[in-house]
C-alpha cells in the first residue's frame, strides 16, 4: 500500500514490521552451525586423504609384504 507525501514518516513511525522482521540470533545459529559442520566434514576429509594411508601402511604393511611373496613364488 504505497503512502504519499508527508504521510510516509507518520506511516513509517506507525509500522510494526512483523513480517519483515528478521531474527539475527536464529540466523546466527544456523550459521555457527553450518560452518561446524562444514569444518567437521573438512577434518574428516583430511584423516582420509593424508592420515588414512600411513596408518595402513604402519598396521598392514607386513601383511602386504608377505601376500605379495607368496604371489611371486
Not at 12 to 30: A, D, F, P, Q, V
Not at 45 to 68: A, W
Request: glycine fraction near 10%; charge should be negative.
Amino acid at each position: 500500500m504505497p503512502v504519499g507525501g508527508q504521510d510516509v514518516e507518520a506511516y513509517c513511525l506507525r509500522c510494526e514490521c512483523k513480517y519483515e522482521e528478521r531474527s539475527s540470533g536464529t540466523i546466527k545459529g544456523t550459521i555457527i552451525a553450518y560452518l561446524s559442520i562444514l569444518g567437521l566434514l573438512l577434518l574428516y576429509m583430511v584423516y582420509l586423504t593424508l592420515l588414512e594411508p600411513i596408518l595402513k601402511r604402519r598396521l598392514f604393511g607386513h601383511s602386504q609384504l608377505i601376500q605379495s611373496d607368496d604371489d611371486v613364488g
